[in-house]
């Protein structure tokens, strides 16, 4: 049992989950975040942006809809802006990058439960094969057969490779990129060469939605935002390139009647986008955006340019999540 079970377990046999439910809970917004929805078994990219099987997330959404108020993607703007209507523990789901399966399955689920969501997808990838650039590097690493693989870029560095589960070096590397302000195009030029492959330009099939299934979802009440045009590290990027990111992606939404003025900064942790960006997106007609790093937004301390949210994790059960917004209702922080 992993440390969210143990603590969960424990809390529900001596009675706290339930005493934390009870107790009066202050007013606060806690976003939940998810990327993916499917199986990660023989998953050929990125297992990382995977935090819930189809059956995970539909006993946690059914979870949600019993026990919590879950707002809408209307509602989710209003309280943003107007923190003062937030007047007790709400709860808001969001989906960062626009994979197909979030179509495929987490629509159809959210729409089971009578629950809406807001889809922040990256507009370069919409209705293509294309890859992205998390993808590209966990393919080739799982690809590569060797079993350490020496970087020079965007620092020198051996990382070793399990050959049965390579999952943690994939993460590694692409942490040097993350946390870095490195050019992406040299990154994936250097894992390529630690690899000794050629990293693909596009996938055998579609990864990411298409613009007619983001139109159904909209019209079956879903929030379409942008998580801008390529989905780059804003922070490694120049002021003028972060407001092209923001400005192409925004005229896109926008053409579609689709929603154009909430944002989600790839990546989300706070070395991936600064005052600058936030400067940029408000000249481009943003009115919010969402960070990713953890916490619950309380109506006296709610930054529309950076609202947080919680990110979910694969093999979370619904007891699990719910235990954790429990911890939220109580609490400034959100646990794990």
Known sequence: MNRRGLATSVASR??????????????????????????????????AVIEATPEEFDEQMGMLKRRHSVVTADELTDVILNPTKLRHFRVAVTFDDGYRDNYDHAFPILKSHGLSATFFVSTHYMDSRRLSWWDQVAYVIRKSRRSTLKLEYPKRVAVEVDRDAPDLAIQTILR???????????????????CELRVPDEAEDRQFMSWQEAQEMKD??????????????????????????????????????????????????????????????????????????????????????????????????ARQLRFRLALSRVSRRAAW
């Open 220 to 317: 079956a009440g879903m929030s379409i935002g942008s998580h801008t045009h390529s989905h780059g590290i804003l922070a490694a990027m120049t002021a003028e390139q972060q407001r092209a990111e923001c400005r192409e992606s925004r005229e896109q939404l926008k053409a579609r009647n689709l929603t154009s003025d909430v944002l989600a900064y790839p990546v989300g942790s706070v070395t991936t986008f600064s005052a600058t960006t936030i400067r940029c997106a408000k000249d481009e007609g943003y009115r919010i955006a969402f960070s990713n790093y953890g916490g619950v937004n309380r109506p006296d301390a709610m930054n529309p340019f950076d609202v947080k949210r919680m990110n979910m994790n694969i093999d979370e059960t």
């Open 14 to 47: 001596a009675g706290l989950l339930q005493l934390l439910e009870r107790a009066g809970a202050r007013p606060a917004l806690a976003v939940l975040v998810y990327h993916r929805v499917l199986s990660p078994d023989g998953h050929r990219y990125d297992k």
């Open 176 to 194: 040097l990129y993350t946390r870095s302000n490195a050019d992406l195009s040299c990154f994936l030029a250097a894992v390529e060469e630690a």
